[in-house]
């Protein structure tokens, strides 16, 4: 069985940063990071599950969403299975409960399109103004 868990949230004050990690881990140690693209999404109270990032399954090419670009960035340590969201210049309308999103042989297009099937249980980033 597939976990996902993230860590690293916390309140931050506007302009602060902070990072998050995501360790994945197997029960049946068939699933590695490295075999897959990863990514981070986002939702805050009342609001629709928006994509933060993705990196593909080397950690060479990343992507982001529109409100992070610039500011956010994703990374991956395939040898501890784990996966990065280093988050600068933060802002009030960051606040939100932030997931980990995987699964076998995803690409960075099946992350944008949150079809892959793993998710960790979240995070919550608050950013005080």
């Known amino acids: 069985q597939v976990r996902l868990v993230e860590s690293g949230g916390g309140l931050v004050q506007t302009g602060g940063s902070t990072r998050l990690s995501c360790v994945a881990s197997d029960s049946g140690r068939a699933f590695s990071i490295s075999s897959t693209a990863m990514g981070w999404f986002r939702q805050a109270t009342g609001k629709k599950l928006e994509f933060v990032a993705a990196?593909?399954?080397?950690?060479?090419?990343?992507y982001y969403g529109n409100s992070v670009r610039g500011r956010f960035t994703v990374s991956k340590d395939n040898a501890k299975n784990t996966v990065y969201l280093q988050m600068n210049s933060l802002k009030p309308e960051d606040t939100a409960v932030y997931y980990c999103?995987?699964?076998?042989?995803?690409?960075?297009?099946?992350?944008?399109?949150?079809?892959?099937?793993?998710w960790g249980q979240g995070t919550q980033v608050t950013v005080s103004s």
């Open positions: 999103n995987a699964g076998e042989g995803g690409t960075m297009n099946d992350v944008a399109l949150a079809i892959l099937p793993y």
């Open positions: 990196i593909d399954w080397s950690g060479a090419d990343t």
